[in-house]
């Protein structure tokens, strides 16, 4: 499958879904998710905290790496609903 047959078939898929509220979800609509995350993260302790909070993998956050940032955020996602359902 090609990049963009892949980001196709699961830009809308749990592993790249976030639920926000009204502003800051406007706000990341009308960026790259890289560029609206380093703006609202300045430091690495909110980058730590956020990704901890919304399960964020520690990768590259461009576009160009949806494919890995997939894969690891829904590594996360499952791992953690195991230990709930547990």
Request: hydrophobic share 35%.
């Amino acid at each position: 499958m090609d990049k963009a047959a892949f980001y196709l078939d699961n830009y809308n898929y749990v592993g790249n879904l976030q639920l926000l509220e009204g502003q800051p979800n406007q706000e990341k609509s009308n960026k790259e998710f890289k560029d609206w995350f380093e703006y609202n993260c300045s430091t690495e302790a909110m980058k730590s905290d956020y990704r901890s909070k919304n399960m964020i993998p520690n990768v590259d956050l461009s576009f160009n790496n949806f494919e890995e940032f997939f894969s690891k955020r829904e590594e996360i996602i499952f791992g953690k609903l195991k230990e709930v359902i547990k």
